[in-house]
């Protein structure tokens, strides 16, 4: 029986897809949001890891921090530390001071509370819960589609072979 270089490509292929899809679909960019009550101020924002850090510093494999609430931006430029467990999908610990505004300030507490406190310049403490949601990647589903397109194909050939002879 004689097969084609395609069919015999496609299902190891397949397979190395599924079994790398972890370590693909991990994602290097994150976004974070919170809504602040009272008031209803949201506030988004996101940054970026080495993708192979568990736990991410601002001294390398945590990058391009950015969070946006109201007038304030607030970016890892001002900040003291950012240390990210993506584990556990928290901040352990983050003080940053706003770039417009040095009275305002932006931090979380760290520990396993998962809470943002935001210190404006009226001495208003505001503390809500955050999410962090990882932004996949457009290449990953891109190697997925490909490798099902190419088992697909190759099957497809492989089965209008056999009909063929049959």
Same mark, same amino acid.
């Given at each position: 029986m004689k097969y084609s270089f395609l069919s015999r490509l496609a299902l190891p292929g397949l397979m190395s897809l599924i079994l790398l899809a972890p370590a693909i679909a991990r994602a290097d960019m994150f976004e974070i949001s919170a809504t602040f009550n009272p008031g209803g101020l949201k506030g988004i924002g996101s940054f970026q890891t080495n993708g192979t850090c568990? &736990?991410?510093?601002?001294?390398? %494999? +945590?990058? #391009? =921090?950015? =969070? %946006?609430? *109201?007038? *304030?931006?607030? %970016?890892?430029?001002?900040?003291?530390?950012?240390?990210?467990?993506?584990? @556990? #999908?928290?901040?352990?610990?983050?003080? +940053? &001071?706003?770039?417009?505004? !040095? %009275? *305002? #300030? @932006?931090?979380? !507490?760290?520990?396993?509370?998962?809470? @943002? *406190?935001l210190l404006d310049e009226d001495g208003n403490l505001l503390s809500t819960p955050y999410t962090v949601t990882p932004a996949p990647e457009p290449s990953s589903p891109v190697f997925l589609a490909g490798g099902i397109g190419l088992l697909v194909f190759g099957l497809t050939r492989r089965f209008a072979k056999k009909s063929a002879t049959h």
């Open positions: 568990i &736990i991410c510093m601002s001294e390398g %494999t +945590l990058t #391009n =921090f950015t =969070f %946006t609430v *109201d007038d *304030d931006t607030f %970016t890892e430029s001002s900040t003291s530390a950012i240390v990210f467990d993506r584990a @556990l #999908n928290i901040f352990l610990e983050l003080g +940053l &001071i706003g770039a417009d505004d !040095p %009275t *305002d #300030n @932006l931090g979380f !507490p760290g520990g396993v509370v998962n809470n @943002l *406190d």
